[in-house]
């Protein structure tokens, strides 16, 4: 592990505010999200379970925070399932299941490999799918994350909002608009509890913060071979300095970046500049050799051209009724053709199925 610091600045480009676009996960769930600037891509995961990429564009720090980004990289940012613009009503919030976002976005933008940046909660997954997908992830970037949720959850603070929320759900929002506004008050206040309002509903969150409050990924981060660039504020009460030594610790090569002030939100407090350009030179940074993880020999000459036409539509979220449908076929036959397919290119799941059509430019 090494601390390292940052270079110099440059102004930013404007940009317009950015086009939305969905992608369809495998389970058929659509993931919104919004891609601007040139350069290496970076998919930008948001502090699950909010996510609200449009009402951020209006802010402008985040916006500032967002354009700056996207002066020298290919920013993707997108809403999680059950979350702003992406689909509600969902069910599944398993680690699998927010896999399966980043696999759509990324196939919808057709990318070979791409950076990924985890945000507190989110932190966990970006770990979980960068060890698990080592061909995709060209570089990490993680922003005041933590390994397991059961330490995260022993925080007093943490365990007070728990049960103000199985109380008061009204109340709990505004109790957490004002922690995520470091208690400004005013229209700083304002903003963060709209922002958790408009992000997610109650039921939504609560079913998505069951299934985060299980996650440990201490066996992933060992795992993890892409550079890693692991940043911190010191004075986070619920997610301690500690925590992002541990994760730089324990991820090969991984380096660690502190800024001082208590701001949850890289785009407000001290150190945004900093942030920001740190996060560009990570990611234009060459890869070497033996961080590139190996995608599987087999190549997409093994299918057939119609399971191909198969594959392609199941990395677009397509259910087996709809690509029957689309391609003339019975059930039973595009049934038959998924079970050879996965066959072929070793694949278990849907998600297996769309990363392989992604490596290969199925998708």
Known sequence: MTETGSGSSKPPARVEPPQIQYATASDGVRIAYCAVGQGPPLIHMSPFPFSNF???WAHPPSRSYY??????LQLIRYDCRGA???????????????ARDILAVAGRQRLERFALFGFG???????????????????????CS???????????????MRALMDQDWDFWTRAEGLQLSEYKGGATTSWFVEWVRESITEAEYKAAATELHKMDVTAFMRQVRAPTLVMHRTGIAT????????IAASIPSARLMLFEGNWISPSIGSGTRQIVEAIQQLVHEPESPAT?????????????????????????????REIAEELSLSIRTVGRHITNIYTKIGARTRADATAYAIRHRIS
Do not use: C
Request: aromatic share 6%.
């Open 239 to 246: 997610i301690t300095v500690d925590m992002a030594r541990e």
């Open 121 to 143: 909660h989110s932190g966990g997954i970006a770990i979980q799918f960068a060890a698990q997908h080592p061909e995709l992830v060209s570089h990490l970037v993680l922003w």
């Open 146 to 160: 933590y390994p397991r949720a059961a330490e995260y959850g022993q925080a007093p603070r943490v365990k007070a």
């Open 67 to 72: 354009e700056k980004l996207s002066s020298e």
């Open 292 to 320: 590139v993880g190996e995608a599987p020999s087999l190549t997409p000459s093994v299918l057939t051209p119609r399971e191909r036409d198969v594959l392609r539509m199941i990395a677009r979220g397509r259910t087996s």
């Open 84 to 98: 702003g613009l992406s689909d509600r009503n969902v069910t599944d919030f398993s680690p699998e299941a927010y």
């Open 54 to 56: 449009q009402k951020e």
